[in-house]
């Protein structure tokens, strides 16, 4: 059931995200992302920004066009800025559009909350557990003879009418809460919660960690209250293995997490005031979802030839 | 945005969702929950058979519109007595001080002449029922600031400001209580004549409605006249208007004229029968007659 994260095999300069490690073993080792670990040949080429146009080092070229995988055919795309977190202010380094589908997807708050509900109640043992008369000490002897006594007849001391008796019906733990909400409704619940989040503008894009310029916690704190960002930020790369200097800013900082593309869900983008994506990210998480959409649809008798 | 289609309600939701504040973990909210399916009872008394669904099937379900209990329908509900007695209570259909001065002006009504409820029903633009508990006519306040007419009024029920606004023109205006058999020959004065029974000598108001009926602050009929004068002033005073001197009007005689307590048609007196074949007034001659009918 525990999934561990992969971790590196070579050295690397970069640091191993460590803080929402425990997190990612217990909350998300049951999503469907977390398959994505298994499927390393599919993903994109981490590292790479190929499919922008600007490259990584001219600060002043414009990320204007991005390709999507996957183009919708019927609805236009959505436009988000993409920020760099290299000064306080932030400059808008390009602009690239979104898949309606999954970045202006309906927002279905029942769908958001299903979602928050089962990723609560999975985990969730319910330890408390009280003994039956059968399972106490003693009570084999009859406590008084059944006539003549003047008493009411009783046959144990541990039966449930007595103090100290055994518990009739009583909570039998530890119970578990387990139950698997299906594919449809984890794919849906992550694409209404980025819309949502779009559309009340606690989504950003930044082109990448790495631009963050400086590794001290306060400097993370003052971008993120120049620009907005609230007291809670989590920041999702498609990897694993996060920048230097995000990884020691956000180490000091409770409320400002790491969080790797397949560990992304809907409890952890309510929790947070603000989700900031990598472009990368946004590449990765569009592909996950409309692969999940393909074989859904694959999967529909409705959609059948 | 997305252009036509599937798009339209999704931009609709997201442009609404900009607005409102962030969802967070603590304002979600799912839909409602699916009801409970009904459980069965179980054990020895097995509880009873009614609610289940194969209480239809055995035929055993109550005929329908059965009320069944031990508590008759009439005691179950409590009862409402705002509404107590209103099949009793006097009824006064509205009228307007805006509909009396646009009739008046089209002609339909003569101000020369004193105008009361025969004047008002004779239009056929206002009705009453006196089988459905109608007394007469409730003169509203509505066109009240553009009223103009200086007429002899005479009413059932109205408001102080009413009285101001036909006083203020130099009219003058009476509250009089008729008795159903006087609203029956007022009402539609063509068929009562044409019955030929003699005008109906008119009652006293009733006891709960005599305090109305005779104080002079809402111009009674059977109020004291120098206590009307007094309180035609007192009204000028309050609502802070010229009160014009009725004595030096022209129309003196029309403006002063009232009906007796016990008369319900002007010239009219109780006890007469009006011919309207021969065009005649029948008076009584037998003294005892003349008696029953005297004020």
């Known amino acids: 059931m525990i999934i561990r994260p992969v971790l590196l095999k070579e050295p690397s300069p970069k640091v191993m995200m460590h803080k929402t490690g ?57 436009e988000a800025w993409v920020e760099t977190l290299g000064t306080l202010e932030g400059r808008k380094v390009g602009l690239i559009p979104l898949h309606p589908d999954i970045f202006a997807e309906f927002p279905r708050i029942d769908v958001i909350h299903e979602n928050v509900k089962w990723q609560k109640l999975y985990q969730h043992v319910d330890y408390a557990h009280q003994r039956t008369r059968a399972e106490m000490p003693g009570g084999g002897r009859k406590p008084w003879p059944q006539k003549k006594t003047g008493r009411a007849r009783h046959g144990s001391i ?8 055994g518990a009739a019906k009583g909570p039998r733990g530890p119970k578990s809460f387990f139950y698997m909400l299906d594919l449809q409704n984890r794919a849906k619940g992550l694409k209404c919660t980025l819309s949502a989040k779009f559309a009340q503008d606690d989504l ?6 790495e631009s963050l310029s400086s590794p001290e916690s306060q400097f993370l704190e003052a971008l993120a209250a120049k620009r907005n960002w609230g007291l809670s930020v989590l920041f999702v790369d498609d990897t694993d293995f996060m920048a230097k200097n995000i990884a020691l800013a956000c180490r000091g900082l ?52 | 945005m997305a252009g036509a289609g599937p798009g339209r309600s999704v931009d609709y939701a997201l442009t609404l969702l900009r ?68 099949e009793l209570r006097r009824q006064y259909p509205p009228y307007s001080l805006f509909s009396l001065q646009r009739n008046i002006d089209m002609g339909i009504i003569d101000p020369a002449y004193p105008i009361d ?19 007469g006519v409730n ?99 309050k609502f802070g208007y010229n009160l014009p001197d009725v004595t030096k009007d022209p129309d003196y005689e029309m403006l002063i004229k009232r009906k007796d ?20 007034i029948l008076k009584p001659a037998d003294e005892v007659i003349r008696q029953y009918y005297r004020s």
């Open chain 1, 22 to 78: 425990t997190l990612l073993r217990t909350v998300f080792s049951r999503s469907w992302l977390a398959e994505s670990i298994r499927k390393p040949a599919l993903l994109p080429c981490a590292g790479t920004i190929s499919r922008y146009t600007a490259s990584s080092s001219s600060n002043s070229a414009l990320i204007t066009d991005r390709q999507l995988l996957y183009p919708p055919k019927y609805n236009t795309p959505r």
């Open chain 2, 261 to 280: 307590p016990r008369q319900c048609f002007y010239d009219l007196e109780p006890g007469w029968v009006v011919n309207l074949k021969d065009r005649t």
């Open chain 1, 254 to 305: 409770p409320s400002f997490t790491l969080m790797p593309v397949y560990g992304l869900n809907c409890f952890s983008m309510l929790k947070h005031e603000t989700v900031v994506l990598t472009t990368r990210a946004v590449d990765k998480i569009e592909e996950r979802l409309k692969r999940v959409d393909n074989l859904l649809r694959q999967n529909d008798p409705r959609h059948a030839r």
């Open chain 2, 139 to 237: 003169l509203t306040e509505e066109g009240m600031h553009m009223f103009k007419a200086k007429i002899n009024l005479e009413v059932q029920w109205t408001t102080e400001s009413v009285i101001a606004a036909v006083e203020r023109n130099g009219g003058t205006i009476t509250l009089a209580y008729f008795d159903p058999a006087c609203l029956n020959a007022m009402h539609d004065t063509r068929s009562f004549f044409a019955r030929g029974v003699p005008i109906p000598r008119r009652a006293l108001p009733p006891e709960n409605c005599l305090e109305l009926y005779s104080n002079p602050k809402m111009r009674g009929y059977l109020a004291d006249p120098a206590a009307v004068s007094l309180a035609r002033v007192e009204l000028a005073q």
């Open chain 2, 117 to 135: 409820l025969v004047q008002l029903c004779n239009t056929k633009l206002y009705h009453i029922d006196p089988l459905q508990r109608h007394f």
């Open chain 1, 204 to 209: 950003h894009i930044v082109d990448s960690f």
């Open chain 1, 158 to 165: 541990r039966s449930p009418l007595f103090k100290g008796g």
């Open chain 2, 19 to 86: 607005r409102l504040p962030r969802i967070t973990l603590g304002n979600l909210k799912g839909n409602k929950e699916q009801k409970k399916k009904h459980n069965y009872s179980r054990g020895q008394d097995g509880g009873s058979d009614r609610g289940y669904p194969e209480q239809a099937k055995k035929g055993s379900q109550p005929p329908l519109g059965f009320a069944g209990g031990s508590n008759p329908y009439y005691t179950r509900h409590p009862v409402e007595w705002y509404y107590r007695g209103h």
